[in-house]
């Protein structure tokens, strides 16, 4: 079986590579020539390339990848097309849809398995790996994916091993920017809606926008909605069933109401399924935090609070609940002018030191600029690496609390790790 894969960003990539593990062949395109492909694994010793003007060809023995161009008779000799969740709906995807090409299509084991997908703005994978785990201790073999910016193995992922195994449930991360797609993709049972944030404008444009394509989502379907959840009438009209959760009784490990409120939307829909409560509260109140979200780690006299929180919707649940003396804040990607929110977030809560440093991108610069706007009379550094970030913590180690957070899931991990290595050999010491 060959497959096409159209777009190359983070779900494109994902598919390549799934679909190569999967033992098919695959002709991969994206009209941008200035991707980063290190991460696909390609074995670069067996690469042969072909370059042409602004066009780059790549081929191995059972892949061709071309960057700057699409070949349409590759893609039309292929027999299923893997397309960018962000070109569903386009006149390219619709062709295809129309033949029946789309690999959901052609592959649909994934639409028999029951099927519960956790949407939203913040909190999407830490209560997916609630449920995740709730459900495997009660027995179920749980098939579990979704958002590849969540740390999964992408959409298409789920269809692939769907084919090849004896599923209970399927579990899928949704990304906000992906609800169309995953719409016609897969058939849910049920859904969950952690909440509705400022995130991903530059998609969104507004709330407004925002909550309406989560309405049209939500059509027929049954679904979990906080009870704060605002809209709540509008997107209640528009589900077969609804059904409202609040924050878990439950102790957990995890700081912050926001925590208790996705403990409390697993709970809920684990109920939904009968599981035992005895398993539901073992689970939850045993849960410890998902790698990258927001864990608290202790260095001399500080709690240090770390993990991914990139909008200003993540910041200020944070913020509203704890002060900082000081706080580091991973800067977005040049594109994502809405994520320098989380400044005017930082900047409202009032701490002593603000520490910027590269997240996604480097755009240190534009968040200086920010900053400047909004008149921070504070002390602002620069961390322009993993060591300085350090040397900052250390510096501040002796206040009650910090927060490191912001954009950079993968540098904040490397910031967590870091810093535990740095206690464990300081206990160690002792």
Not at 261 to 266: M, V
Not at 385 to 411: K, R, W
């Amino acid at each position: 079986m060959r497959a096409a894969v159209i777009g190359l960003g983070v779900e494109g990539k994902k598919a390549f590579e799934s679909l190569l593990r999967n033992n098919w062949d695959v002709y991969a395109s994206d009209l941008s020539t200035k991707l980063n492909l290190e991460n696909m694994n390609l074995p670069v010793a067996d690469i042969n390339l072909l370059s042409k003007e602004k066009r780059l060809s790549f081929i191995i023995e059972n892949a061709m990848i071309d960057l700057g161009f699409t070949n349409p008779e590759e893609i039309d000799n292929c027999d299923a097309v893997a397309i960018s969740p962000s070109m569903f709906g386009t006149e390219l995807a619709n062709k295809y849809q129309k033949q029946g090409k789309l690999l959901c299509d052609v592959l649909t084991k994934h639409r028999e398995i029951f099927t519960i997908g956790i949407t939203g703005t913040n909190g999407k994978t830490t209560t997916v790996t609630m449920i995740h785990k709730i459900l495997e201790k009660a027995g179920y073999n749980v098939l579990i994916g979704g958002n590849g910016g969540g740390g999964f193995e992408g959409y298409y992922d789920l269809i692939l091993e769907a084919e090849k195994g004896d599923y209970d449930v399927m579990l899928i991360e949704v990304c906000d920017m992906t609800l169309n797609f995953c719409n016609y993709c897969f058939d849910f049972d049920i859904v969950g809606l952690t909440n509705i944030g400022n995130d991903h404008m530059n998609v969104h444009k507004s709330i407004e926008n925002y909550k309406n394509t989560v309405k049209n989502f939500f059509k027929g379907k049954e679904v979990f909605i906080s009870k704060y959840q605002d809209f709540k009438d509008e997107l209640e009209s528009s589900a077969r069933e609804t059904n409202y959760f609040k924050e878990t009784e439950y102790p957990l490990q995890l700081f912050g109401n926001f925590n208790k409120l996705d403990a409390g939307l697993a709970s809920a829909i684990s109920k939904k399924l009968g599981i035992d409560e005895p398993i539901i509260k073992d689970t939850l109140e045993n849960f410890q935090p998902v790698e990258g979200r927001l864990k608290v780690l202790h260095l001399n006299d500080c709690d240090i609070f770390i993990g991914k929180s990139d909008n200003s919707s993540a910041i200020h649940s944070i913020l509203e609940e704890k002060d900082f003396h000081a706080i580091f804040i991973g800067t977005p990607r040049v594109n994502e002018e809405d994520r320098l929110d989380i400044l005017n977030e930082v900047v409202n809560h009032n701490p002593e030191v603000i520490v910027l440093f590269p997240g996604l991108e480097d755009t240190i610069d534009y968040a200086k600029m920010r900053l400047q706007s909004l008149n921070y009379n504070g002390r602002i550094e620069i961390a322009n690496n993993l060591d300085e970030i350090v040397a900052f913590v250390a510096e501040f180690s002796f206040e009650d609390a910090i927060f490191i957070g912001g954009n950079g899931q993968d540098a904040i991990i490397q910031i967590q790790i870091r810093l535990e290595e740095i206690i464990e050999s300081i206990n160690k010491s002792f």
